[in-house]
């Protein structure tokens, strides 16, 4: 398994949550339009997945984040230091 | 695609809760303003209870004279920015007294406090620098974090160990320390009214670096021997870099200020646009909050009677079964559980007598509506009493087992 899918495998278990009272959860659902959560929602998440990893993921650099996998792109970005 | 239909939601949200018509929770028409404490919205006569007007300063005759004063000799406004032709004589004044009420070397002035936090955040940070900041902080904080482009960081709301935990995790990955890091918190925080643990907080800014910015909207006037706010009430103001406030609750009028112990807070004016691009305050508004400034230092009764009249509240309500925020103070707010619960209440509260703000999700923490309740020094007993007696009645309407 790659340190990418580690990543998102642990995001789909905090998204499951949400998953209730919504669409199906997948790795490229919208967070917003099909899973349902607000803004706060995905800021509060991050908190849990920066304490999870212990790295800081600055809200900057997830405004393009649209879907799960996209938020394990920058993760991994963020870990592997670049 | 029309730039209109990402409003769709919105729309939605309005028609089916019925915001559209008046009186309305949000942005409530409020036709006659008669006193700090009492207006009419409709063809209901109401106690004004969600104002911010904490020393109920809007109506003090010393204040009202002043910005009479100031209109006849200066006009009814400057017609330029403070970087051309809107500094008027006034304007540095109160710049110089809000300096000497806080101790500080510097003080500017900006046109609201929505703009004294962008103006400030906007030109102290950039790319490359970061920012960390209570989850709960208000809005136009964080549009001015991302208006600055730093890396923006939240912690836990008011947990001083979070933030000692990311700033730690900040400096890891740094090799010049947090040199270039700005902790920002609230004194009182306007929903629920609960404060800051500062003293906590300004342990772990000694221990870890970096700058420390308290927003003391709510809490300026409200808390302190002075009137300071939180950081005076618990006594670390020397751990405090900037304070920013407004002029627009305990000082009745509209405007913002940030002061600092750094002397460089001098060049932000040259720097900062939400203070270079737009006009300055008006010369009697700029009046009015130097004698209100002059007020809050030197009748602490006001004060006292805030406080009075909030942990009555307080405690009313809390005998009443509501479930509240954590602790007494100017700001009350009662939780609810459904945004439709919520404004059936506010109707009828209004119908009773008792104006206060209804708030939603997003703008209240976590997922939950609140009816908020902000009290004033010019609020009576009676009035206080009666604010009771109106939840009281009206309280099984928020029952979580009464369908919506």
Same mark, same amino acid.
């Given at each position: #398994?790659?340190?990418?899918?580690?990543?998102?495998?642990?995001? #789909?278990?905090?998204?499951?949550?949400?998953?209730?009272?919504?669409?199906?959860?997948?790795?490229?659902?919208?967070?917003?339009?099909?899973?349902?959560?607000?803004?706060?929602?995905? #800021?509060?998440?991050?908190?849990?997945?920066?304490?999870?990893?212990?790295?800081?993921?600055?809200?900057? #650099?997830?405004?393009?984040?649209?879907?799960?996998?996209?938020?394990?792109?920058?993760?991994?970005?963020?870990?592997?230091?670049? | 695609?029309?730039?209109?239909?990402?409003?769709?939601?919105?729309?939605? %949200?309005?028609?089916?809760? =019925?915001?559209?018509?008046?009186?309305?929770?949000?942005? &409530?028409?409020?036709?006659?303003?008669?006193?700090? &404490?009492?207006?009419?919205?409709?063809?209901?006569?109401?106690?004004?209870?969600?104002?911010?007007?904490?020393?109920?300063?809007? @109506?003090?005759?010393?204040?009202?004279?002043?910005?009479?004063?100031?209109?006849?000799?200066?006009?009814?406004?400057?017609?330029?920015?403070?970087?051309?032709?809107?500094?008027?004589?006034?304007?540095?004044?109160?710049?110089?007294?809000?300096?000497?009420?806080?101790?500080?070397?510097? %003080?500017? +002035?900006?046109?609201?406090?929505?703009? !004294?936090?962008?103006?400030?955040?906007?030109?102290?940070?950039?790319?490359?620098?970061?920012? *960390?900041?209570?989850?709960?902080?208000?809005?136009?904080?964080?549009?001015?974090?991302?208006?600055?482009? %730093?890396?923006?960081?939240?912690?836990?709301?008011?947990?001083?160990?979070?933030?000692?935990?990311?700033?730690?995790?900040?400096?890891?990955?740094?090799?010049?320390?947090?040199?270039?890091?700005?902790?920002?918190?609230?004194?009182?925080?306007?929903?629920?009214?609960?404060?800051?643990?500062?003293?906590? *907080?300004?342990?772990?800014?000694?221990?870890?670096?970096?700058?420390?910015? /308290?927003?003391? =909207?709510?809490?300026?006037? /409200?808390?302190?021997? &002075?009137?300071?706010?939180?950081?005076?009430?618990?006594?670390?103001?020397?751990? +405090?870099?900037?304070? /920013?406030?407004? @002029?627009?609750?305990?000082?009745?009028?509209?405007?913002?200020?940030?002061?600092?112990?750094?002397?460089?807070?001098?060049?932000?004016? @040259?720097?900062?646009?939400?203070? *270079?691009? &737009?006009?300055?305050?008006?010369?009697?508004?700029?009046?009015?909050?130097?004698? !209100?400034? !002059? *007020?809050?230092?030197?009748?602490?009764?006001?004060?006292?009677?805030?406080?009075?009249?909030?942990?009555?509240?307080?405690?009313?309500?809390?005998?009443?079964?509501?479930?509240?925020?954590?602790?007494?103070?100017?700001?009350?707010?009662?939780?609810?559980?459904?945004?439709?619960?919520?404004?059936?209440?506010?109707?009828?509260?209004?119908?009773?007598?008792?104006?206060?703000?209804?708030?939603?999700?997003? =703008?209240?923490?976590?997922?939950?509506?609140?009816?908020?309740?902000?009290?004033?020094? =010019?609020?009576?007993?009676?009035?206080?009493?009666?604010?009771?007696?109106?939840? !009281?009645?009206?309280?099984?309407?928020?029952?979580?087992?009464?369908?919506?």
């Amino acid at each position: #398994m790659t340190r990418h899918e580690q990543i998102l495998e642990r995001l #789909m278990q905090h998204l499951e949550r949400f998953k209730s009272e919504s669409g199906e959860l997948h790795a490229d659902a919208d967070l917003i339009n099909e899973l349902g959560l607000d803004s706060v929602n995905v #800021m509060d998440m991050l908190l849990e997945i920066e304490d999870e990893f212990d790295i800081s993921v600055p809200i900057n #650099m997830i405004t393009d984040v649209r879907t799960p996998r996209q938020l394990a792109d920058v993760i991994v970005k963020i870990e592997s230091g670049e | 695609m029309s730039l209109f239909d990402k409003f769709d939601r919105v729309r939605d %949200a309005s028609g089916s809760l =019925a915001l559209d018509s008046e009186p309305s929770p949000l942005g &409530t028409r409020i036709d006659e303003v008669h006193s700090p &404490t009492r207006g009419r919205i409709g063809n209901s006569e109401v106690i004004l209870a969600g104002t911010n007007n904490y020393l109920g300063l809007t @109506f003090d005759p010393d204040c009202i004279a002043a910005a009479h004063r100031a209109l006849d000799e200066a006009g009814t406004g400057t017609t330029g920015s403070r970087m051309a032709n809107g500094s008027y004589g006034s304007h540095r004044q109160l710049e110089q007294e809000l300096a000497e009420f806080y101790g500080m070397p510097s %003080a500017m +002035v900006f046109s609201t406090g929505y703009m !004294a936090n962008l103006g400030l955040i906007t030109s102290l940070l950039g790319p490359g620098d970061s920012v *960390i900041l209570d989850a709960d902080c208000h809005a136009s904080i964080y549009d001015a974090c991302r208006m600055a482009g %730093a890396d923006v960081i939240r912690f836990r709301h008011n947990d001083a160990e979070d933030l000692d935990k990311r700033l730690r995790r900040l400096a890891d990955r740094r090799e010049d320390g947090l040199d270039n890091a700005l902790i920002i918190v609230e004194g009182i925080y306007s929903m629920l009214g609960d404060r800051a643990p500062l003293t906590e *907080i300004a342990e772990v800014k000694r221990r870890r670096g970096g700058y420390l910015l /308290v927003d003391e =909207a709510h809490s300026m006037g /409200v808390m302190g021997a &002075t009137g300071r706010g939180l950081a005076e009430a618990v006594g670390v103001e020397a751990d +405090v870099d900037f304070i /920013v406030g407004t @002029f627009s609750k305990s000082l009745g009028a509209i405007g913002g200020f940030a002061v600092s112990r750094h002397r460089d807070l001098e060049l932000v004016r @040259f720097d900062s646009r939400p203070y *270079i691009f &737009t006009a300055s305050p008006s010369p009697a508004t700029i009046a009015s909050v130097r004698e !209100a400034l !002059a *007020i809050v230092a030197q009748r602490p009764q006001l004060r006292d009677q805030l406080w009075r009249n909030a942990e009555r509240l307080y405690a009313g309500l809390q005998e009443q079964g509501f479930e509240l925020g954590p602790t007494p103070g100017p700001v009350v707010a009662a939780l609810v559980e459904s945004p439709r619960q919520a404004i059936a209440f506010w109707h009828a509260l209004i119908e009773h007598g008792v104006y206060v703000n209804m708030m939603l999700p997003p =703008a209240s923490p976590n997922g939950r509506a609140l009816m908020r309740i902000s009290l004033s020094a =010019a609020h009576s007993d009676e009035q206080v009493d009666a604010i009771l007696d109106a939840f !009281a009645t009206l309280g099984s309407m928020l029952d979580p087992s009464t369908p919506a």
